[in-house]
């Protein structure tokens, strides 16, 4: 199956730098979707990214399918951006949604 | 975004008792829904694909006699972990697509974390 790899796997920054984390995939996927998890395990929706650049706030986020990889930028961190952001990709005619391997991010005063 | 709903958000059991949790989509319907498992400072693992009206598919290695999955209606699927045992224990969270077709986003519910005694 497709395998998906996000780095660093942990982070700790300074309240307001930035950082960028990064998702590489495999094999050629159908979408592409960013989260972040929260202390209490929910998955909040960041970015649904196919290819292309979207920015929400402080976040943006960039995917580049023919090359495989996608990224997360994060500018201005906040103690709340604390917890673990997944990418996961949409592969298949069902279009499953394989979880990355994960960035756990602790931002600190 | 559309609205995913898990219950119960925790649950506690003894060993060899069976365990419901529901996944009901709020505010769309959803024709698929996805039951994955999270075990401590680990990714999502898919369980399975759960299709209205028709039986889950299940990712290898899962056991569907374990893990029963019914999708009786397009707001609702049920994971019923049987016999649980302490080795069940683990963090539960579904995702539901908000779309009638096989690409849309894909939003999740809170989550249900079991404890098997």
């Known amino acids: 199956g497709i395998q998906v790899e996000q780095s660093p796997p942990d982070l700790i920054l300074q309240e307001g730098a930035n950082s960028t984390l990064r998702c590489n995939f495999s094999d050629s996927v159908n979408n592409l979707q960013w989260f972040h998890q929260n202390p209490w395990g929910q998955l909040i929706n960041l970015f649904y990214?196919?290819?292309g650049t979207k920015q929400n706030g402080r976040l943006s986020a960039t995917t580049v399918a023919t090359e495989r990889y996608s990224l997360l930028y994060i500018s201005s961190s906040q103690t709340t951006d604390s917890g673990v952001y997944f990418c996961?990709?949409?592969?298949?005619?069902?279009?499953?949604?394989?979880f990355g391997t994960g960035t756990r991010l602790q931002v600190t005063l | 975004g559309a609205v995913v709903s898990q219950h119960p958000s925790w649950v506690i059991c003894k060993s060899g008792t069976s365990v419901k949790i529901e996944c009901r989509s709020l505010?769309?319907?959803?024709?698929?829904m996805f039951w994955y498992r999270q075990f401590p400072k680990q990714s999502l693992m898919l369980m399975a694909t759960?299709?209205?009206?028709?039986?889950?598919?299940?990712e290898q290695g899962v056991e569907k006699d374990k893990f029963l999955i019914n999708h009786a209606s397009l707001t609702l699927s049920t994971l019923t972990v049987t016999s649980a045992h302490p080795e069940d224990s683990s963090f539960y969270i579904c995702s539901a697509r908000n779309y009638r077709g096989y690409t849309g986003e894909l939003f999740f519910g809170e989550g249900s974390r079991l404890t098997v005694l």
């Open positions: 996961a990709v949409h592969t298949g005619t069902a279009s499953k949604l394989t």
């Open positions: 505010d769309f319907q959803a024709t698929t």
């Open positions: 759960s299709n209205e009206g028709s039986k889950a598919t299940y």
């Open positions: 990214i196919p290819s």
